[in-house]
């Protein structure tokens, strides 16, 4: 191609547009725009400069700088030559990049000192633009050469036009002295991407150069294109951008804190230590698509970024098990469901990562939650949006407060939005008008935009509108603190239109978690609600029906993969403002219903562990969360107090199950507070769960008195036989055991045994493995394996037999039977058995505190056989997953002695007394009353419970 239909078809190139643009948008000056044009060569330029020698001050070293300016630009001259001839006829290319220099210097002139930073600058930019050996006429452009001298291109006039607008905003030498730091790091951080993007200039041209002469590089050139395309491959495969949250086009300014994230975070400061900051302000202002923009603007500088939705704990554990699914870090079923375990292997991993991450939590408004999550270490980068000013401080290092738009910013935003002109008077002091009665909230500005477009709304017809519904508004305009608050003048005309089944379902979609509603559990689900207005839901077709109606007005989303429903907040908002009290309660309660079918009925009878449902459980508990925050928000009256208390039990047990302590207690205690008949089966398992609760975070005193509850109420309404009233007597036998009331436990247990024997419970294993647990705590271990071996359902009793079942109940059975054989001296099948529990309880459970308990008789076994390094490493982990586990403290106090006794063992006595000191302040803040005990193993043992199940 000749280099005059090069210049023919580049001249034209969207590239170079775009770079101008930005140029434009950089100097915020239409003047300067124009004026930049008058000057088109280094000579004109040169000749400018001595127009200004005069007015210099006696400044010897300003104004030799300005002398050998000619020699300091010669490489911006060789790269505005190629840029001339390759690309364009078009003068303006090269014109702004003299007629900016000009201006610079016309500007920086007012004082010496500031003229000469401004020229130093110059150099060294010219010194870090790409070099070539032959341009013009030997240099033939391609498609990614052209893209690399766009790039470095659009850096230098871009820098020159933020220099000529600094100036602008700060025309005075004693203003500028305040402000000149922050200029002086964006040319830092300028001259660091030119001299990236040089580099790949030059790569690119010697790439073009060669391609041209193929005989004499022909082979070179096939293997660097092989390894090129090699490069591009492996980056696409390693790198990782994970941010599930929608970027908006409609972004506008916020420059001010983009910048102040991009000094905090950016990679390129070497550092060794966590870099961190936090955006911080009211909710709807913008903070999560600063994060975004931040994001996407940056993700060529980092290797990996990741989004972690933080709002609350069940979101957060989510967003931590798709990152760990995304590195491969948790690939079975079981292990995709241990959320704290995805979070110990995610955080490890960025603790390892030797390339540039960023880690963003959005929405981290609870920071007591966030500590968990928080990376300990490693040299990436954390982002953190929250309304939580005191996040700069921890754990954040730095922070910036994102606060409205002003009356200017904010209609200018809303008149783009809706494309009007905003030179127009009349157009800006309507959008003024409007940006004031919003309040210069960005997501009102937004959404408000959206519904002017969308209905082709005059401006000066949208007060009105908002005026005529104050009303409605005022609740929403006293805090403008959350999302919620601000679409409920949007949605009601879409909302008043909808009848029938259509109403119905949106009738209860506020109470559902609006991102993921299965359309199974809403058929399922309907099968035990006795309304037959809500008939509808149990047959697919009908349901489809109402679905297609929200669909087509734009009110709800579905997926068309795999048929699960979404409604956005702000609509869930709008619908319960909207709601009538008795439509509340009445919705309230059709969803109650629809969500007790996941979870199995545990008063009825005398059951054990409920495995088999977990993984409805899991779908349905989102649900129950969101359904329990939205009452407690809206404060919902309740049509049916002990069915929604029921709910609240059902999904406790599941949670105690799982070992989700921290979450299973507060949700237990709201139901005990809810139950309106105390009197039922229902209210007494209630209380019986919430000693077990109890029992497992080791306070038998207080399991005990609940224990003793639920007996009297069970006995007076089943008589003293019954099935349920036997396990009331084996939970009261096991607080017993933990509080070393040894006697009344043996007679308890015998109790109990005896009930179930005359009934002929299936549940009688369930006391024979609770006995034999009692006989060891008396240092009898044969008779407590011969108890053991009562069990049915362990008739064969080998260890496999306890792996067979799959229950997370019989791992305790394991667990107890690796005890047994400990007192009883058998090292080695208690190793082997104790090795197994531990793998069956990770696998099944997770990183919880059955697993924490595991891996302490592990390294006790490890100690004992004389693998004194295999139990340190053992319980180092331990040490890792305990601080991660909220009712984990006893392990980790634990741990830490025993570490202290092996580090002492082993002559590292440094180590032993830093562990000694952290395991007797561990102790100290969970038994204060127990200051100065003895730093022996039997104290520490007091910490944790004898037996967990």
Request: a negative charge; charged letters at 25%.
């Amino acid at each position: 191609m000749s280099v005059k239909e090069n210049i023919q078809k580049r001249s034209s190139s969207p590239l170079w547009h775009r770079a101008l643009e930005r140029y434009r948008e950089e100097l915020n000056q239409n003047d300067d725009y124009q004026s930049v044009t008058e000057i088109s060569s280094l000579e004109d330029l040169l000749s400018y400069t001595k127009t200004i020698e005069k007015s210099l001050p006696r400044d010897r070293k300003a104004l030799s700088s300005l002398q050998r300016l000619g020699p300091t630009l010669k490489f911006v001259d060789d790269f505005s030559a190629v840029i001339a001839v390759c690309f364009g006829a078009d003068s303006k290319l090269t014109a702004f990049v003299w007629g900016s220099i000009r201006l610079m210097l016309a500007l920086a002139s007012s004082a010496g000192d500031t003229l000469k930073d401004v020229l130093d600058m110059l150099e060294e930019l010219s010194l870090t633009l790409p070099r070539f050996r032959v341009y013009e006429t030997t240099l033939e452009m391609d498609r990614g050469l052209e893209a690399a001298l766009v790039d470095v291109y659009t850096e230098v006039i871009c820098f020159y036009a933020r220099c000529i607008h600094f100036f602008r905003l700060h025309p005075h030498v004693f203003l500028r002295r305040d402000a000149w730091k922050d200029f002086s790091d964006d040319f830092a951080r300028t001259l660091r991407r030119i001299r990236r993007l040089s580099a790949t200039v030059e790569s690119e041209a010697d790439f073009t150069r060669m391609k041209r002469d193929r005989g004499k590089y022909d082979e070179v050139l096939g293997l660097m294109e092989q390894l090129k395309e090699t490069r591009i491959k492996d980056a696409e495969t390693s790198r990782h951008f994970h941010v599930p949250t929608t970027l908006s086009p409609r972004f506008w300014g916020r420059e001010d804190g983009l910048n102040a994230i991009e000094i905090a975070l950016s990679p390129e400061q070497k550092s060794h230590q966590l870099r961190t900051f936090a955006l911080h302000g009211m909710g709807g202002v913008g903070k999560t698509q600063i994060a975004l923009q931040y994001a996407n603007r940056h993700r060529q500088l980092y290797r990996n970024i990741f989004w972690v939705t933080a709002d609350n704990v069940i979101n957060m554990g989510q967003s931590f098990r798709e990152i760990a699914k995304l590195l491969g870090l948790s690939q079975t079923e079981q292990e995709m469901q241990d959320t704290n375990g995805c979070m110990v292997k995610v955080k490890n991993w960025l603790t390892e990562a030797s390339d540039s991450w960023l880690l963003i939590f959005d929405n981290a408004d609870n920071l007591e939650v966030l500590r968990h999550a928080w990376p300990t270490n490693g040299e990436g980068s954390v982002l953190l949006t929250t309304r939580d000013a005191s996040a700069v401080h921890s754990p954040a290092s730095k922070g910036f407060h994102v606060q409205p738009f002003n009356d200017t910013d904010g209609s200018e935003v809303l008149l783009k939005l809706v494309g009007l002109d905003s030179a127009s008077t009349s157009n800006r002091d309507k959008a003024v008008a409007i940006t004031k009665s919003l309040g210069g909230l960005p997501l009102a500005l937004t959404q408000i935009g959206g519904f002017i477009v969308q209905r082709k709304l005059p401006l000066q017809n949208f007060l009105p509108l908002y005026e005529r519904n104050a009303s409605k508004i005022d609740a929403r305009k006293a805090g403008i603190n959350d999302y919620e608050h601000t679409l409920s003048t949007v949605w009601e005309m879409s909302m008043s239109k909808l009848e029938g089944d259509a109403h119905n379902l949106f009738n209860i979609l506020p109470y559902f978690q609006p991102d993921g509603i299965d359309e199974m559990l809403l058929i399922q689900g309907s099968s035990s609600v006795d309304d037959p207005v809500y008939g509808f839901l149990h047959d697919e077709m009908d349901l489809g029906d109402a679905e297609e109606v929200l669909i087509r007005t734009g009110l709800v989303d579905k997926s068309a993969e795999d048929a699960v429903l979404s409604i956005h907040r702000l609509i869930q908002a709008a619908i319960l403002r909207n709601q009538s009290p008795d439509i509340q309660k009445k919705s309230f309660d059709i969803v109650v219903g629809i969500l007790s079918w996941a979870f199995p009925d545990t008063w009825s009878e005398d059951v054990g562990h409920q495995f088999q449902s977990w993984a409805n459980c899991e779908t349905c508990l989102p649900h129950v969360n969101h359904l329990v925050t939205q009452r407690e928000r809206h404060k919902i009256s309740l049509s049916r107090p002990q069915r929604y208390s029921e709910l609240l039990l059902r999904c406790s047990w599941y949670l105690y199950e799982r070992e989700c302590y921290d979450i299973a207690k507060p949700m237990i205690e709201a139901a005990l507070e809810t139950f309106e008949d105390k009197s039922t089966l229902s209210y007494a398992s209630a209380v019986d769960l919430s000693g077990l609760l109890e029992l497992d975070m080791n306070n038998p005193e207080k399991a005990l008195i609940s224990f003793e509850k639920a007996f009297e109420i069970r006995k007076r309404l089943l008589g003293s036989t019954d099935g349920m009233v036997a396990s009331s007597l084996n939970n009261i036998a096991l607080a017993y055991t933990e509080m070393g009331v040894l006697d009344k436990a043996f007679a308890t247990h015998e109790e109990a045994i005896e009930i179930r024997l005359r009934t002929s419970s299936d549940r009688i294993g369930n006391s024979y493995s609770n006995m034999s647990s009692l006989l060891l705590r008396m240092n009898k271990p044969d008779e407590a394996e011969e108890m053991l071996k009562r069990c049915p359902s362990l008739k064969d009793f080998t260890d496999e037999t306890f792996i067979r079942t799959g229950n997370p109940r019989f791992s305790g059975d394991m667990v107890l039977l690796s005890r047994i054989r400990t007192q009883q001296g058998r090292l080695d099948e208690a190793l082997c058995l104790a090795s197994k529990a531990l793998a069956f309880r990770q696998r099944l459970l997770g990183n919880r505190l059955k697993t924490c308990d595991s891996l302490y008789d592990v390294a006790s076994l490890m100690h004992m056989h004389g693998n004194t390094a295999s139990a340190i490493e053992l319980l180092r982990q331990l040490v890792d997953i305990a601080a991660s586990v909220p009712e984990g403290k006893g392990q980790h106090a634990r741990a830490y002695f025993k570490l202290s006794v092996l580090q002492n063992e082993r002559g590292r006595h440094d180590e032993s007394c830093t562990y000694k000191e952290i395991a007797e302040q561990l102790r100290a803040e969970l038994k204060p009353e127990i200051e100065g005990a003895l730093f022996i193993d039997e104290e520490f043992m007091k910490l944790c419970v004898w037996m967990l199940w």
